[in-house]
């Protein structure tokens, strides 16, 4: 069954910081790995999905890197800002084509 | 329309009566999920509809708990019997769908927040 953890659970930085949000996952047979961001109250955005074949993926200030051997997946988030500042969930997709979600990590960018 | 969307957003019940939560995925997606998210608890996979075939419902908790897809399109998750532990945010999310098995990115609607008194 695949388990997929996210640490750290909590994060607190201040503005302009670089950081790095980690997610691993027990089976490395999945299809694709999708990161997520969810405001309070509100439902999930979807920040970069990276396929199985692909090793990372960028769009803007994030970068996503994927290494499936290992079963790890890491956010990069550069020069940090206050708007950034929410829960970022990571979701690995099987093949049964659903996703599992890890529990996330609340980040709190301080101005 | 442009997005996933969800309703009622918010609703309370009383213990033991019946809900509905309905979602109208985006158009043209062929893939619908629904997901509950408890307070302080990651996601927890509910039920996956995929064009005509059979639904997973691998992640129903209980036979109070069924969904259905009428047309391809809208969904209905139907919670009877509620208890007190079925409080919680039931997000629904569709996504177009990939080649062979592969998951597509998924987009998410804003939830239906359901208490139950």
């Known amino acids: 069954k695949q388990e997929v953890t996210q640490i750290p659970a909590a994060l607190s930085v201040p503005e302009g910081e670089n950081l790095v949000l980690n997610c691993s996952f027990t089976?490395?047979?999945?299809?694709?790995l999708q990161w997520f961001r969810q405001d309070p109250g509100k439902g999930l955005t979807s920040l970069l999905l990276?396929?199985?074949?692909?090793r990372e993926q960028t769009s803007g200030r994030l970068n996503a890197s994927l290494d499936k051997s290992s079963g790890r997946s890491t956010l990069y988030i550069a020069a940090s800002q206050p708007g950034d500042s929410a829960t970022y969930l990571c979701?690995?997709?099987?093949?049964?084509?659903?996703?599992?979600f890890g529990k996330g990590t609340k980040l709190s960018v301080k101005p | 329309g442009a997005g996933v969307s969800q309703s009622p957003s918010n609703k309370v019940t009383e213990k033991g009566k019946d809900v509905e939560l309905r979602c109208d995925p985006i158009?043209?997606?062929?893939?619908l999920y629904w997901y509950r998210q408890s307070l302080g608890q990651g996601l927890e996979f509910l039920i996956y509809?995929?064009?005509?075939?059979?639904?997973?419902k691998s992640g129903l908790p209980s036979d109070r708990f069924s969904a259905e897809r009428t047309g391809g399109s809208v969904s209905t998750l139907t919670i009877q019997r509620t208890q007190q532990e079925d409080s919680a945010v039931y997000l629904c999310?569709?996504?177009?769908?990939?080649?062979?098995?592969?998951?597509?990115?998924?987009?998410f609607g804003e939830g239906s927040r359901l208490t139950v008194l």
């Open positions: 089976d490395s047979a999945i299809y694709n």
């Open positions: 509809f995929q064009g005509n075939s059979a639904p997973d």
């Open positions: 158009s043209g997606h062929t893939a």
């Open positions: 999310a569709s996504s177009p769908r990939g080649l062979g098995s592969r998951t597509g990115e998924l987009f």
């Open positions: 990276i396929q199985s074949s692909q």
């Open positions: 979701a690995v997709g099987g093949s049964q084509g659903n996703l599992i």
